[in-house]
């Protein structure tokens, strides 16, 4: 696949080129996209599940799935498959190229995640402050210095690629009850997340953010129903 290619030189360098592709080759990318990520995702699961198995680390628990079980399966469904995919979408892979409204939007994404997830303030207290810092973010881009901002782009993209993305892997271990041990294996636990968020920066890079962020909910909803379907039985 050109496509194992083309994320192994966004591994190298933190960027690849946009392409541009008719409905049919939509389609097949989207399907090798979908067979990329299953592949990922069960060799990082895999190995988890080995380390866990030979008792090298514990598996962890998902403390949050406690929270999901209280809201109801259509709440839930629209959470991890509309809200979250549209906010760590606009946050973590808008600004792999650079605008000004690019990273205004993910500014204030990333701000209202910190807000929100890493300090637990309530939706209107994580919003506000995080609009404000988006704006004055976004004054101090003037067409002035929006040059260096662009040359800082160009210049280094390969940082601004794995500082997202490893914030976007690292912030989930939020999810768990952090132990020693869980610090410890962190890079492992976090490896289904950051080799999602590597396909999800390839989708956006190479076809731009509306399609990572349709792709990025499909993959959430069929991750949920899946779920839902098994815990039925």
């Known amino acids: 696949m050109n496509e194992i290619q083309d994320i192994l030189k966004l591994l190298r360098t933190g ?8 409905s ?7 399907l090798k996209m979908l067979l990329i990520l299953v592949a990922f995702k069960a060799l990082s699961i895999g190995l988890v599940l080995l380390l866990d198995w030979l008792e090298i680390v514990e598996k962890p628990v998902n ?10 399966d259509v709440e839930t469904l629209i959470y991890t498959s509309i ?24 500014t204030i994404g ?41 040359a800082f782009w160009q210049n280094h993209k390969k940082i601004i690629f ?22 410890v294996f962190s890079p492992i636990i976090i490896l289904p997340r950051f080799l ?10 190479s076809s731009g953010i509306v399609l990572a962020i349709c792709f990025h909910a499909f993959n959430n909803s069929i991750y949920r129903i899946i779920t839902f379907i098994f815990t039925s039985f």
């Open 24 to 30: 049919f080759q939509l389609t097949v990318f989207i």
């Open 15 to 22: 960027s690849t080129e946009k392409v541009h592709r008719n």
């Open 110 to 150: 990333l701000s209202f995640i910190t807000c929100k997830v890493i300090f637990e303030l309530g939706w209107w207290y994580s919003f506000f402050p995080s609009l404000a810092i988006g704006v004055v973010i976004l004054s101090m881009i003037s067409e002035t210095n929006k040059p260096h901002c662009v």
């Open 83 to 106: 809200f979250a995919p549209i906010l760590e979408e606009i946050s973590f892979r808008l600004p792999l190229r650079f605008s000004k409204w690019n990273v205004f939007l993910a």
């Open 162 to 183: 794995y500082g997202l993305l490893l914030t976007f892997g690292f912030l989930h271990l939020k999810n768990y009850d952090l132990t020693f041990n869980l610090l």
């Open 196 to 205: 999602g968020g590597l396909v999800f920066s390839y989708v956006r890079l």
């Open 63 to 72: 403390i949050n799935g406690l929270g999901f079980e209280m809201l109801l």
